[in-house]
């Protein structure tokens, strides 16, 4: 079935440093969309891409859905503490049914 | 806006029990609701879609008859896990769509079963 790799796994980084993690389908997505898990908590949403080729900032965030609609990637610029938690991107195949495949998550720790 | 709740947040059961867990969009009407399951340091993994008023579609490999889903009102989601065993122990998340956007999830609940 439809899979979404992430990469990397896991990323240690300084506070301040710039993030980029990606996400990748042997599949094609109509819509990508990133969230954000903390331990013990549901995924918040932060960015959601509708277009090929969109590239959508929400604060320090910034992502863009490829052109190929088979990949997308997510940059956190001058990460902070608080960024720590599991990154998931999610897609969406078919369109009206609304139903999200997720990837494997990227887990960040931000050492200060 | 947008805020989605589950009840319980955790519960230990005892193995051979039910046990549900509801899901309740606050502030929206939900046409649909999703169920998912995520096992400790994995992804989240669709269990069933929920329509209002219909029954749910379930994700293969996800047993109908053990997780029972109603979806008796545009706010509300129930998941029952019918007689429980160890291997069910893990972290269940509903989210909630309301029309024309995106999937907005609940905290969580944490099933642990003994």
């Known amino acids: 079935g439809q899979q979404l790799n992430q990469s990397p796994q896991s990323m240690f980084i300084q506070e301040g440093e710039d993030v980029s993690m990606n996400c990748t389908s042997s599949?094609?997505?109509?819509?990508w969309l990133w969230y954000k898990q903390d331990p013990g908590e549901g995924p918040v949403l932060l960015i959601a891409?509708?277009?090929?080729?969109e590239l959508t900032s929400n604060g320090r965030l910034t992502a863009q859905f490829g052109i190929t609609r088979k990949d997308s990637f997510l940059n956190i610029s001058a990460s902070i503490p608080s960024d720590v938690g599991i990154y998931f991107c999610?897609?969406?195949?078919?369109?009206?049914?609304?139903?999200?495949?997720f990837g494997t998550g990227t887990r960040l720790k931000v050492l200060a | 806006g947008a805020v989605v709740s589950q009840h319980p947040s955790w519960v230990i059961c005892k193995s051979g029990t039910s046990v549900k867990i509801e899901c309740r969009s606050l502030?929206?009407?939900?046409?649909?609701m999703f169920w998912y399951r995520q096992f400790p340091k994995q992804s989240l993994m669709l269990m069933a879609t929920?329509?209002?008023?219909?029954?749910?579609?379930?994700e293969q490999g996800v047993e109908k008859d053990k997780f029972l889903i109603n979806h008796a009102s545009l706010t509300l989601s129930t998941l029952t896990v019918t007689s429980a065993h160890p291997e069910d122990s893990s972290f269940y998340i509903c989210?909630?769509?309301?029309?024309?956007?995106?999937?907005?999830f609940g905290p969580g609940t944490r099933l642990t079963v003994l």
């Open positions: 989210s909630a769509r309301p029309q024309g956007s995106t999937q907005y």
């Open positions: 999610a897609g969406q195949s078919a369109p009206g049914t609304y139903k999200y495949i």
């Open positions: 599949s094609i997505f109509n819509t």
């Open positions: 929920s329509n209002e008023g219909s029954k749910a579609t379930y």
């Open positions: 502030d929206f009407q939900a046409t649909t």
């Open positions: 891409l509708y277009k090929a080729g």
